[in-house]
Structures are given as C-alpha cells and as structure tokens.
C-alpha cells in the first residue's frame, strides 16, 4: 500500500527507478548502516579521538558510493576546521601597589604570554554597580582590540563562575582581560601565563549538483559525534554509542543521499552534510554555515535523533520552529495520503529551534529546521550509555526518512520554496 502511494504522488519516475530507490528503504540496509556508526568499535564517536575519524571514513565511503562529489574548494569529502582551547596556568602581578587574587582576574587570550601595564594598549572600561553584567560582559568579550574590564565587586558571585579555560572556533587576536575591584586600578602590571592548543575537527560534506538550478542549495544534515566514553552505567557499560543521538540522523543523511542520487532529477543541488562538535556547542554547523551565503540557501532538513517512537506514535515526527516558515506545510502537503504526519515541536520551553545544528543557518534566514522523534520530556536512553541500537524501532526509523525523502520533492525539485526566518 505505502509502495503504492508513493508511485501515485512521483508519477514521473519510472517504475524501474521507484524499485532501485525502494530498495534503500528497507530496515535491513538501515540498520547495516545504523549498526555502523553507533557499534562499539566506533567508541561512541568523541570529539578529538582516532574513533571518530573512523565514523567520518565510514561517512565519506557511503557518500562516495552514492556518487556524491566534494564541494568545491574543499579537501575532499572532509571539511576541517580548529579550535583554539585555553587554559590559565597563572595571572600575577601588582595594582596600585598590592598583589592582587588570581581569582579576582579572569582573562581570555590566545596568546601564551601576555603582560599589560597602565602604559600598553589596553583599552580601560567599566561594568559598574547596576549595569546589565550579561550585556557589558558579551560586549566586551566579542570587540575588536584588547580590553581591560574593571568589574564592580557588586558582581563578585557572577564573577566566580566566570571560567577562562575556553575552547573557542575563531582565534581572535585580541585580549579581553576582566578584574574584579572596588577601585580604578591607576598603575598596574599584570601578567598572564596560558597553555594555547589549537585541535581540529571535520565536517563531512557531498554534493549532488543540481540539473537547472544549481547555485540554489538544499542542505540535509545530521551530527556524527557523540560523548565518547564516560562513565560506566550500572551495567559497567562506558561507551555512548549514540545510536539515536544522531547515528539516527546521520544513517537518514546518508540514505537521503542514495535515494536523491537514484533519483537523478533534483533540479537545485543538494548538499550532504555531517556535522562534527555538535555535543561541545554546535562548532560543525556553526562552521559550515560561516562559509555560505545564507541566500543561496533554499531550505535545510536537519535531522536529529528520529530512532525512537514520538509522543504521537509511528508514522510521525515534529519539525522544530514549525511556526516560523512554512516549509513544515510544504512537507506535510507532498505526505498527503501517505499516513506521515509531521507535527509542530511540542517541547517549546526546550528551545530545541536554537540548540540543534540548523540554528546558525535559522539565524540568517534560512528556513532551516531540524526534524526529530525524541521525546523530550521522557526519553529514557538521551546522553547515557543505553542509547544502542537495540533501543531503536528500526522499521519506523525507515519509514521517517522515507517520508522525509518524500516531503522533500517539490523543494528539491524547485516547485516550492519555503518562506524566510523573520
Ligand atoms: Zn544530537
């Protein structure tokens, strides 16, 4: 019967394409790829270890056997970028004559020595007794030059739970240092030692250009990385598989791939992306994003933890920030019939349209939106070492991202092109 809606909504595939791309969704091709990405060989795939470089070779040759291309300019299938991680081995020195606290001192720097005086370009600024602390802090942390921050000891239990030791994407040449002080240091000299380590993470990324309209993107996205290794559970079970947070995404992405590549009619192109650093703070997507004109973007399917049953049962999935393009509508218009239902997010209060690895994309514009299943109230297996395979209805995973490969026709094609983030 599903077969059978789905050759009445594509009456333009030929049969003989339909059964090649059918053959893709079928539970046993899922989960060979799903058992992959989420066994324990891949060590739950931590940032910065051998393991995830693993998941990311796996990644490419599913992309390379979809036909997928490298996007221009790029290394490969593999997208790289670093991060600059910090860590205060000591910060001492005099103000207006007396040793001042380390702790009264917190710094963000890139470089491994850095002394400033009343004399050095330092730009001397306040955040004074009733300023807004959050505001002037972020203020002075993302402006050009180099700041010295005196902080009113009004502030001193948010001062506290300041920490320098940083892990940051872009390596800013500048120095902000914030001091904690019921006076206005008039001569100084303070001197801060730090441990700079520059490390580096990949994207994975593929193209299926598009036939007619090629400089218009579709982007399908999911995370590869996961927590690694941890704690033991009270099964003594250290290794966060993360089967659906997000091989689950990830096995859809590359399955998507396939089914587009069979399909060899996307008029835009059709980008394929795995994100890296997710679990530190989205740094993949945030990354990946920086070097796209977000204009250039007809819509992203970001697809997130979609292995287990939602709150509606099978057949069923919700789109986060629904509400704010209308892009959730064009999807469920190309499901009609088919018994797919995709719901707005019902966890509102998570803030989930500004969490996941569309938001950066969100933020400019992009009718970007990432799909789930995950009950996020309640789902018993999210961020511990249970998140296996054998938690997951694989037969329902199959269908989701069939019916996202479906809902997602006529804005591949060009027929439709869903409205902008305000
Ligand atoms: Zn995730």
Redo the contacts with the bound molecule.
Sequence with gaps: MKKFTFLLLLPFVHSAIAQDTSSLFRVEEISRIEKALASDDMKGRGAYTPEIDKAADFIIGEFKAAGLKPFPDMDGFRQTFSQVGTRLISAHGMIDGEPFDEHSIVSFTNYPDVTLTQDSHFNKVYIKNGDNFRQKYNQYRQAEGNFLVVVDTSFSNIFKRLTQNTTQQYKPGSSTVFILSDSDPKEYTINIKKEIREKSLCNIVGVLPGRSAGSQFVIFSA?YD?LGIGKPDSRGDSIYN?AN??AS?VTAVITLAKYFATLNNNERSLIFVAFSG??LGILGSTYFSSRFDPATVSAMFNI??IGTESKWGKNSAYITGFEKTDMGQILQKNLAGSGFQFYPDPYPDQNLFFR?DNASLAKMGVPAHTISTSKMDSEKYYHTAGDEVETLDLPNMTEIIRSIGLSAGTIVSGKDTPSRVK
Excluded: A, K, N, P
């Design positions: 995370h996961h993360g947070d997000d995404g997710e679990e997130e933890m996941s």
